[in-house]
């Protein structure tokens, strides 16, 4: 009972917002929309985007806000590079899921690099040695397995997901050494670290698209429509940049 406390704990401190890597990024076209959009909650949806919309605009973006101006731009890619050096672990179990076991040592690799030369995984330490990774979850995992994206739904505090989504962070969290070490067993106390770590994660990506989910929000006929059509082109993008890496990967 207590890990699903924590996870339920570390999964509401998520980022609220579609959000994607600087070096990850596609083209959100507000015309695209897929030919069938597998949304029969709907109405849920945008019941629970309202209520997101707000608690965004009252917590995430002020904090978001303050972490750019407080933090200097060195500052924030460097805990941008510890919050996923802290992922490593995720990466390296789902790329040998994935049945990538070269990608796992990657990952493994990377690890140990940037958390030492790195110090810490403040810098990227592996990708200058030539070691550049690849990160990927267990949503894309199930994705590689063939399991379909299932309903969109919008998740409370989280966001734009899907039923795939929401059981592919169960597994991630799961994956992730150090929710067994920070159970709350030790004398002094420190369930609270995995869920510190995710408001961190969460602050950091809000920051990263302040823009871009402001321009959504301000233009768009539907800024509801418009999220989950870019929710459904990142998930599509992301499979196929996996397929193509392991086509490649495969043919070397």
Known sequence: MKILKELLLATVLICP???????????????????????????????????????????????????????????????????????????????????????????????????????????????DLGLPGEETTFNETLAVWGVNTGPYLIVPIIGPSSVRHVVGMGGDYFLQPYNYYFNGDHDHGDSWVPTAIAGVDAIHHRNLVLESVDDVVDNAADPYATFRSAYFQYQSHRLKKLKELKERRSSE
């Open 17 to 127: 917002v579609f959000a994607e890597s600087q070096s990850d990024s596609i083209e959100v076209d507000e015309e695209t929309e897929m030919s069938e959009v597998n949304d029969p909650l709907e109405p849920f949806n945008r019941g629970v985007y309202a209520v997101n919309s707000v608690i965004d605009g009252l917590v995430m973006k002020p904090l978001a806000i303050t972490w750019r101006l407080v933090l200097p731009q060195p500052v924030r890619d460097g805990a941008g590079h510890v919050l996923t050096n802290l992922k490593s672990p995720i990466t390296a179990a789902n790329h040998l899921l994935q049945g990538e076991p070269k990608q796992a040592a990657t990952a493994v690799g990377r690890f140990f690099i940037n958390t030492t030369v790195g110090i810490l995984g403040i810098f990227d330490a592996a990708a």
